[in-house]
């Protein structure tokens, strides 16, 4: 799969999610920072965990830089306990724990539709979407997201 990379302009300030512990986070919360952000839905899970932990040594001097893992759950079945996704998650050996989307409004929003792949998200301090990337960890795309990222 190539990645793909876009220039977007979609503002999402308006997007609550949920953290493991069920407390609610708004991206508006992180207003005055550029959110660099990482996920997936379940299948591409695995690979978002490694941009993560690449993109999160990475930020993690950078002022002003925060940067934000998240789950892309979406509807489950009622027959599956939210406590049982939850423990999987923070089980995952991820360095950050994830802000969880527990609707499918959430990925709709951020353009999130390939189930495969991870996704990253760059949110300017305002709370709008000014990048969106599709694609597989390469040291490559690495540098191509950093070069997107204020230092």
């Known amino acids: 799969m190539d990645s793909v990379i876009e220039k ?3 503002d999402v300030s308006d997007i609550t999610l949920s953290d493991i512990e069920d407390n609610k986070v708004g991206l508006a919360d992180f207003k005055g920072k550029t959110v660099v952000m990482a996920g997936a839905k379940r299948e591409g899970a695995d690979e978002a965990r490694r941009w993560g932990k690449e993109l999160s040594k990475k930020c993690e001097p950078l002022q002003n830089v925060q940067y934000v ?29 994830p802000l969880i989307a527990w609707d499918n409004d959430t990925a709709e929003k951020m ?30 795309d690495l540098s ?8």
């Open 8 to 10: 977007v302009k979609i």
């Open 69 to 97: 893992r998240i789950a892309f759950v979406g509807k489950i079945p009622a027959f599956v306990p939210r406590k049982f996704i939850k423990g999987l998650l923070k089980g995952s050996g991820s360095t950050v724990p």
């Open 111 to 140: 353009g999130v539709y390939d189930s495969k792949s991870p996704y990253l998200f760059i949110i300017d301090p305002e709370g709008i979407m000014r990048l969106r990337f599709r694609g597989h960890y390469t040291e490559d």
């Open 144 to 151: 191509r997201i950093l070069e997107h990222i204020p230092k």
